[in-house]
């Protein structure tokens, strides 16, 4: 199979943005945020702010992981707590978190009707909401 000039391009094109993304994922997502914010161009902004979304994600499911095991290690050893039924309270906080977290996120898109920077404004919407939650949880 022949691969001609264009092709050899293209992949090395998807390979670059295919390494660029994984070293930005080193950083945390506060680090990302603020660099998405300093770009110059909504253009920079749409392509930065979905990678800032997902490493928030990830943070937030390990801050939220970190937190849970320490709720079934307290309940295994405190019979209030176990009464309380604390892991059960964090399961229903954690869902009702992201069910507002969206609802939020589509309130803030659609406050921009059809006029450019709704998507934007949502990105950033859910990442503020993901950082203070995350702060809020390594507290």
């Given amino acids: 199979m022949k691969i001609n000039a264009t092709q050899s391009i293209l992949a090395g094109l998807m390979f670059a943005a295919l390494c ?51 709720l079934v290690e307290l309940e295994k050893e405190s019979e209030g707590s176990r009464s309380l039924h604390s892991v059960k309270a964090f399961d229903k906080a954690e869902l009702a978190y992201r069910e507002f977290r969206n609802a939020e996120s589509n309130r803030v898109l659609t406050s921009y009707g059809s006029g450019n ?20 949880l390594s507290e």
């Fill in 117 to 136: 920077g709704g998507g934007l404004a949502a990105y950033k919407s859910t990442i503020d909401m993901n950082l203070m939650r995350i702060k809020q």
């Fill in 20 to 70: 660029s993304q994984t070293v930005l994922a080193a950083e945390s997502a506060e680090g990302l945020y603020k660099k998405c914010e300093e770009k110059l161009s909504t253009a920079e902004q749409r392509e930065c702010y979905p990678i800032v979304v997902k490493q928030s994600e990830i943070e937030l499911s390990a801050a939220e992981k970190k937190v849970r095991a320490e």
